[in-house]
């Protein structure tokens, strides 16, 4: 299980706390932009995938819209070209919500028969030639699922990217945090950013449980601390879960930070 861990983190819930300062994109994009630099992270893109009605599935054709492109000129319009209708990334993206880097499944994939996945392999070897040719040796891609079908992904790459497992985890925190501001600002939801920032949604023992998650405890760990059993403590934060609407604890506790639920 993915866990937070202050060290860690400590820029990223900064650039979570801050988040709502920003009411505009670009100044946003700017910050999002430094902060990848310090990874080696020199290009990236915000993008949503929908499917109204339902969540996407595995084999759906898609369109995705392009929120941020800090990618290389020509880039995109080079994997649309090669995929007419949606490539494997994008497939990536909608059937989980964990975060993959590229040299990673290209890793995998090695790994694997010769005859196995053949359209996978194809794809990759497409993918990956598009992006060597715009010096882009290797990446990041952050899946961003929400109710109602809606799946937003930010991508970021360089030419020799850091991307240990530490560094990954912050870097989910700040994709996350900057997707979904960056969706907030482009619906132009005035009304309703503002209605959340004025009520509390949480119980008390819920924000506890979740200020214990941004630590980096587990449910055990809360259970002990708190005098309540595990399970007690997994109800809670799942309940945090649905009312903030998200999917998974490190949305959680971004969302909870910037709607002024916990402080840290």
């Given at each position: 299980?993915?866990l937070?861990?202050?060290?860690?983190?400590n820029?990223?819930?900064?650039?979570a706390?801050?988040?709502g300062?920003?009411?505009?994109?670009?100044a946003?994009?700017?910050?999002?932009e430094?902060?990848l630099?310090?990874?080696?992270?020199?290009?990236?893109?915000?993008?949503g995938?929908?499917?109204?009605?339902?969540?996407p599935?595995?084999?759906?054709?898609l369109?995705?819209?392009v929120?941020?492109n800090?990618l290389?000129?020509?880039f995109?319009?080079s994997?649309r070209?090669?995929?007419?209708?949606?490539d494997?990334?994008?497939q990536?993206?909608?059937?989980?919500n964990?975060?993959?880097v590229w040299?990673d499944?290209?890793?995998?994939?090695a790994?694997?028969?010769?005859?196995?996945?053949?359209?996978?392999?194809?794809s990759?070897k497409?993918?990956?030639?598009i992006?060597?040719?715009?010096?882009?040796?290797?990446?990041i891609c952050v899946?961003?699922?929400?109710?109602?079908?809606?799946?937003?992904?930010v991508?970021m790459a360089?030419?020799?990217?850091?991307?240990?497992?530490e560094?990954r985890?912050?870097l989910r925190?700040?994709?996350i945090t900057?997707h979904?501001r960056?969706?907030?600002?482009?619906?132009?939801d005035e009304g309703m950013?503002?209605?959340?920032?004025?009520?509390?949604?949480l119980?008390?023992?819920?924000?506890?449980c979740?200020?214990w998650v941004?630590?980096?405890?587990?449910?055990?760990?809360?259970?002990?601390i708190l005098?309540?059993?595990?399970?007690?403590?997994?109800f809670?934060?799942?309940?945090?879960?649905?009312?903030?609407n998200?999917?998974?604890?490190v949305?959680?506790?971004?969302?909870?930070?910037?709607?002024?639920?916990?402080?840290?």
């Amino acid at each position: 299980m993915l866990l937070l861990t202050p060290d860690a983190l400590n820029e990223a819930i900064e650039f979570a706390a801050k988040i709502g300062d920003f009411d505009d994109v670009c100044a946003l994009t700017d910050e999002f932009e430094g902060r990848l630099e310090t990874f080696g992270l020199s290009a990236f893109v915000c993008s949503g995938f929908l499917r109204k009605g339902r969540a996407p599935e595995k084999d759906d054709p898609l369109e995705y819209d392009v929120l941020v492109n800090k990618l290389p000129d020509g880039f995109i319009e080079s994997i649309r070209r090669e995929f007419k209708e949606t490539d494997i990334t994008s497939q990536q993206l909608i059937s989980s919500n964990k975060p993959f880097v590229w040299s990673d499944v290209w890793s995998d994939l090695a790994k694997r028969n010769e005859d196995e996945a053949s359209d996978l392999r194809e794809s990759l070897k497409t993918i990956g030639s598009i992006a060597y040719d715009h010096n882009l040796r290797d990446g990041i891609c952050v899946p961003v699922h929400h109710s109602g079908g809606y799946v937003g992904a930010v991508g970021m790459a360089g030419h020799s990217p850091e991307l240990p497992n530490e560094c990954r985890v912050v870097l989910r925190v700040l994709a996350i945090t900057y997707h979904d501001r960056v969706l907030e600002l482009a619906t132009e939801d005035e009304g309703m950013r503002a209605k959340e920032k004025r009520q509390s949604v949480l119980s008390p023992r819920e924000r506890e449980c979740v200020k214990w998650v941004a630590d980096g405890k587990t449910d055990s760990d809360m259970g002990e601390i708190l005098g309540i059993s595990p399970s007690t403590a997994h109800f809670h934060v799942e309940n945090a879960k649905k009312k903030l609407n998200v999917p998974t604890r490190v949305q959680l506790v971004v969302k909870a930070i910037r709607l002024g639920e916990i402080e840290l």
